[in-house]
């Protein structure tokens, strides 16, 4: 089965879930899940409603701590760490419903995205002030660029209220971006999107892809998994039922019947 | 009768200032960070005790009387209340709002207690006398003397002021705002929220004890009838009729707010018979509630709302570009 995958298996994993269990009062959401990512991966996270995807997605974003299970970034467990300390090591994420900062304008948005600014801490801002200036010019001009990059720079000093639902997702795809991570876990980036940004955010997904970042994407408009992914894991029940090729793994008949029998039930 | 004017002018100023500097604290907290601390008075309080404490000649019948100079006051006031803030905030800060805001309410009344019955300390309901005043030596020259307090306390506010302008514009300020409107994002792009939630906390508390300091030296006695939830009530009116978010607009809430108390409280002491005071000394905060609401109704953002662009270093251009898709690439601002 991996030989038909050469993507995932010729190079080291990048991001590991081994055995990821996670349960609420009675009910196993995530109930022994496994995945491993390519490092330059781009993979298609599917399943019927109910399936624990974002369950899992909000484990390995660190928003919920797993029962049992490890997640390994690189060498790394991360399964334990705060969530604040995820983007640091490489690993961004988006909301299904996305969570811009309403009152902000689109570039302080973004900006809120930078790493590292020394002018987070309050001394700094006193006893080293142009460092502060320096760090803060320099995360502005990267700002503009991803602006420019999902094509808000239109936008830049409007508050973040004003955008539409496709518009938020794309800021918030530039927030997460001014961190830089080597892994993008990216939660339903089309739902909602009329079908001239779903374009724009597709082609930018896969540019980002293209630039070697690994991408991990929840989706279901089938048409975007296969057009952007050459491998998807189907998650039915909490755990893994799945993986393969899109076309491969659509046809198989308890895949369809994972989405039917939520139907039947 | 001038001279007499221009020195309860000076006077009202004064006092309206010192609310300003609460006000201030709050909207570090409140506005900047939407931590809803409704136990104002009681960090106000452990400022104002701090530093008479430190202050105060030794006195026989209570603990303390050091004796120190003012400034030490203000400094111990600060660090006093600051710390406190601090052990309330790192019990608290993890509490959603509606919940931290009966948190504070119980410190407050907790503090206010304390200051009642902690008689060996506190003085108890008789509370603290001959607390020094600054410029003693004018005292003899209301005007001269009121001006002077005036002066200092203006000074007060325009340092904080140019302080909390720096820090909200900064990334730091950035953060906070972040974490007011979503903290789970603001978590997710790194951003560890509770030791920034922590840090306002403490931050406000501290500008907080700052201002009872100045409102104890200024009046020269404290008792634990200053400290009631009135005083965090008058202070919440401030910073929301001012404009929640913006410094210039919690100073300038401070001063309309206190004017409208003063003078209501002036009207009602001019028209009710003696008998009736006490009673009708309710109408102010009635008075107080109803300009809220008018507010609230008319411009909910305050008198002064929260500016858009606060972010430091970042040169305004904001010329909106109509069309959707722009690919001219931007102007980057240069150091």
Same mark, same amino acid.
């Given at each position: 089965?991996?030989?038909?995958?050469?993507s995932s298996s010729d190079t080291a994993p990048i991001l590991e879930?081994?055995?990821?269990?996670?349960?609420?009062?009675?009910?196993?959401?995530?109930?022994? =899940?496994?995945?491993v990512l390519g490092r330059g991966e781009m993979v298609?996270?599917?399943?019927?409603?109910?399936?624990?995807?974002?369950?899992?997605?909000?484990?390995?974003? !660190?928003?919920?701590?797993?029962?049992?299970?490890?997640?390994?970034l690189g060498?790394?467990?991360?399964?334990?760490?705060?969530?604040?300390?995820?983007? !640091?090591?490489g690993?961004?994420?988006?909301?299904?419903?996305?969570?811009?900062?309403?009152?902000?304008?689109?570039?302080?948005?973004?900006?809120?995205?930078? $790493?590292? $600014?020394?002018?987070?801490?309050?001394?700094?801002?006193?006893?080293?002030?142009?460092?502060?200036?320096?760090?803060? %010019?320099?995360?502005?001009?990267?700002?503009?660029?991803?602006?420019?990059?999902?094509?808000?720079?239109?936008?830049?000093?409007?508050?973040?209220?004003?955008?539409?639902?496709?518009?938020?997702?794309?800021?918030?795809?530039?927030?997460?971006? =001014?961190?830089?991570?080597s892994v993008?876990?990216?939660?339903?980036?089309?739902? !909602?999107?009329?079908?001239?940004?779903?374009?724009?955010?597709?082609?930018?997904?896969?540019?980002?892809n293209?630039q070697g970042r690994t991408v991990l994407?929840?989706? %279901?408009?089938?048409? =975007?998994?296969?057009?952007?992914?050459?491998?998807?894991?189907?998650?039915?029940?909490?755990?893994?039922?799945?993986?393969?090729?899109?076309? $491969?793994?659509?046809?198989?008949?308890?895949?369809?019947?994972?989405?039917?029998?939520?139907?039947?039930? | 009768?001038? &001279?007499?004017?221009?020195?309860?002018?000076?006077?009202?100023?004064?006092?309206?200032?010192?609310?300003?500097?609460? /006000?201030?604290?709050?909207?570090?907290?409140?506005?900047? /960070?939407?931590?809803?601390?409704?136990?104002?008075?009681?960090?106000?309080?452990?400022?104002?005790?701090?530093?008479?404490?430190?202050?105060?000649?030794?006195?026989?019948?209570?603990?303390?009387?050091?004796?120190?100079?003012?400034?030490?006051?203000?400094?111990?006031?600060?660090?006093?209340?600051?710390?406190?803030?601090?052990?309330?905030?790192?019990?608290?800060?993890?509490?959603?709002?509606?919940?931290?805001?009966?948190?504070?309410?119980?410190?407050?009344?907790?503090?206010?207690?304390?200051?009642?019955?902690?008689?060996?300390?506190?003085?108890?309901?008789?509370?603290?006398?001959?607390?020094?005043?600054?410029?003693?030596?004018?005292?003899?020259?209301? &005007?001269?003397?009121?001006?002077?307090?005036?002066?200092?306390?203006?000074?007060?506010?325009?340092?904080?002021?140019?302080?909390?302008?720096? &820090?909200?514009?900064?990334?730091?300020?950035?953060?906070?705002?972040?974490?007011?409107?979503?903290?789970?994002?603001?978590?997710?792009?790194?951003?560890?929220?509770?030791?920034?939630?922590?840090?306002?906390?403490?931050?406000?508390?501290?500008?907080?004890?700052?201002?009872?300091?100045?409102?104890?030296?200024?009046?020269?006695?404290?008792?634990?009838?200053?400290?009631?939830?009135?005083?965090?009530?008058?202070?919440?009116?401030?910073?929301?009729?001012?404009?929640?978010?913006?410094?210039?607009?919690?100073?300038?809430?401070?001063?309309?707010?206190?004017?409208?108390?003063?003078?209501?409280?002036?009207?009602?002491?001019?028209?009710?018979?003696?008998?009736?005071?006490?009673?009708?000394?309710?109408?102010?905060?009635?008075?107080?509630?109803?300009?809220?609401?008018?507010?609230?109704?008319?411009?909910?953002?305050?008198?002064?709302?929260?500016?858009?662009?606060?972010?430091?270093?970042?040169?305004?251009?904001?010329?909106?570009?109509?069309?959707?898709?722009?690919?001219?690439?931007?102007?980057?601002?240069?150091?």
């Amino acid at each position: 089965m991996p030989a038909a995958f050469p993507s995932s298996s010729d190079t080291a994993p990048i991001l590991e879930a081994r055995g990821l269990v996670r349960a609420f009062g009675g009910l196993r959401a995530v109930d022994g =899940m496994s995945l491993v990512l390519g490092r330059g991966e781009m993979v298609g996270l599917i399943g019927p409603n109910g399936a624990g995807k974002t369950t899992f997605f909000n484990l390995l974003a !660190g928003s919920l701590v797993p029962d049992s299970g490890a997640i390994m970034l690189g060498n790394r467990d991360i399964a334990r760490e705060r969530p604040e300390k995820r983007i !640091g090591a490489g690993l961004g994420r988006t909301f299904q419903i996305p969570k811009p900062f309403r009152e902000m304008t689109v570039l302080e948005n973004v900006l809120t995205g930078a $790493q590292g $600014q020394s002018g987070e801490g309050i001394l700094a801002n006193f006893l080293s002030p142009s460092r502060v200036r320096v760090e803060e %010019h320099r995360a502005a001009e990267r700002a503009r660029e991803l602006l420019d990059f999902v094509r808000l720079s239109h936008l830049t000093h409007e508050p973040a209220a004003v955008l539409s639902g496709g518009q938020r997702k794309l800021l918030e795809l530039a927030r997460v971006l =001014m961190a830089d991570p080597s892994v993008l876990l990216l939660d339903e980036p089309a739902a !909602g999107v009329n079908p001239a940004l779903l374009e724009l955010i597709i082609d930018r997904v896969r540019l980002l892809n293209a630039q070697g970042r690994t991408v991990l994407l929840i989706e %279901h408009n089938m048409d =975007m998994v296969s057009r952007l992914c050459e491998r998807v894991v189907v998650m039915a029940e909490g755990s893994l039922l799945a993986e393969g090729a899109p076309a $491969q793994v659509l046809a198989r008949k308890d895949v369809a019947e994972a989405y039917l029998g939520q139907v039947a039930a | 009768m001038i &001279l007499d004017l221009a020195a309860y002018l000076a006077f009202f100023l004064t006092v309206a200032l010192s609310y300003a500097v609460i /006000t201030l604290g709050l909207n570090v907290q409140w506005g900047q /960070t939407g931590l809803f601390n409704v136990g104002v008075a009681g960090f106000v309080a452990v400022g104002a005790y701090a530093s008479a404490l430190l202050t105060t000649p030794d006195a026989p019948d209570r603990f303390g009387g050091f004796g120190l100079p003012i400034i030490v006051g203000w400094a111990g006031a600060m660090l006093a209340a600051g710390l406190v803030s601090l052990a309330v905030g790192a019990l608290t800060m993890r509490l959603r709002s509606d919940y931290l805001a009966i948190a504070t309410f119980g410190v407050a009344v907790v503090v206010q207690l304390c200051a009642l019955n902690l008689q060996t300390v506190t003085g108890g309901p008789f509370g603290i006398g001959f607390i020094p005043r600054p410029f003693t030596s004018f005292a003899g020259d209301p &005007l001269l003397f009121s001006l002077a307090n005036l002066a200092l306390l203006a000074l007060v506010v325009l340092a904080l002021y140019l302080f909390l302008e720096r &820090l909200l514009s900064s990334p730091w300020g950035r953060v906070l705002r972040a974490i007011r409107e979503d903290e789970a994002a603001a978590t997710a792009l790194g951003k560890p929220a509770l030791r920034f939630r922590l840090q306002a906390f403490a931050l406000g508390g501290a500008i907080m004890g700052l201002a009872g300091a100045a409102q104890a030296h200024f009046i020269g006695f404290i008792a634990p009838d200053n400290y009631l939830p009135t005083l965090t009530f008058q202070v919440w009116a401030m910073l929301i009729v001012g404009g929640s978010g913006n410094n210039r607009g919690a100073i300038l809430g401070a001063v309309v707010v206190w004017a409208l108390w003063a003078l209501s409280g002036s009207v009602i002491g001019s028209v009710f018979p003696a008998g009736w005071q006490a009673r009708a000394a309710a109408l102010q905060i009635a008075l107080i509630g109803v300009g809220l609401c008018a507010i609230l109704l008319w411009r909910p953002r305050g008198i002064l709302g929260e500016r858009r662009i606060v972010s430091r270093h970042l040169v305004t251009a904001p010329k909106a570009n109509p069309s959707l898709v722009n690919n001219t690439p931007p102007e980057i601002p240069h150091a």
